[in-house]
T-cell receptor, first 114, second 113 residues
Framework: GNSVTQMEGPVTLSEEAFLTINCTYTATGYPSLFWYVQYPGEGLQLLLK?????DKGSNKGFEATYRKETTSFHLEKGSVQVSDSAVYFC?????????????FGQGTELSVKP | DGGITQSPKYLFRKEGQNVTLSCEQN?????MYWYRQDPGQGLRLIYYSQIVNDFQKGDIAEGYSVSREKKESFPLTVTSAQKNPTAFYLCASSARGHDYGYTFGSGTRLTVV
């Protein structure tokens, strides 16, 4: 079945460091891919998405490129801020997912220190 | 603005009580979902509904019940049969089609006292 695997956290970085959070997937057909962010005590917010191979999603300085050849959708940011501290979830959606459900990774906690 | 509203934000339950968590959306989305999140853990699907008057069990439905009488509303009842209900509960909705993803509510934190 379809699945998403994220790098384990927590990830701790200093302010202005470069961020990469790895995400790989297994899916039938051509899924859509998403990154969500969850700040402490809040719900998840859509950060960015890509719906076909080679698409790049971007938002708030974050980017991720849909790589079908490596089945990956890694999240990157060139210079993180303390305010980026949150949990990040990678997810996929496919017409083959029962009920149209999103398949989520386990989440990666990011902590950015001043 | 359209969105999805969960209430209350904090809820306390005594042992043996049933409690109902509210989820309302004005996005005209067909599908709605309930997830449970435990500290430091990912999301686990409780129930979902793709259309009014129909819903399906997710991965951890035991001890929970739902209804979908209106398109806008998908309340979750945590029954006394749920032995470990303390958790953060998230409601989400989505439009038809797999390109849209979910819109999430802000969550309800349930604590057993």
């Amino acid at each position: 079945g379809n699945s998403v695997t994220q790098m384990e956290g927590p990830v701790t970085l200093s302010e202005e460091a470069f961020l990469t959070i790895n995400c790989t997937y297994t899916a039938t057909g051509y899924p859509s891919l998403f990154w969500y962010v969850q700040y402490p005590g809040e719900g998840l917010q859509l950060l960015l998405k890509a719906t076909k191979a080679d698409d790049k999603g971007s938002n708030k300085g974050f980017e991720a490129t849909y790589r079908k050849e490596t089945t990956s959708f890694h999240l990157e940011k060139g210079s993180v801020q303390v305010s980026d501290s949150a949990v990040y979830f990678c997810a996929l959606s496919s017409p083959y997912n029962q009920g149209g459900k999103l398949i989520f990774g386990q989440g990666t906690e990011l902590s950015v220190k001043p | 603005d359209g969105g999805i509203t969960q209430s209350p934000k904090y809820l306390f339950r005594k042992e043996g009580q049933n409690v109902t968590l509210s989820c309302e959306q004005n996005l005209n989305h067909d599908a709605m979902y309930w997830y449970r999140q435990d500290p430091g853990q990912g999301l686990r699907l409780i129930y979902y509904s793709q259309i009014v008057n129909d819903f399906q069990k997710g991965d951890i439905a035991e001890g929970y019940s739902v209804s979908r009488e209106k398109k806008e509303s998908f309340p979750l009842t945590v029954t006394s049969a749920q032995k470990n209900p303390t958790a953060f509960y998230l409601c989400a909705s989505s439009a038809r089609g797999h390109d849209y993803g979910y819109t999430f509510g802000s969550g309800t934190r349930l604590t057993v006292v």
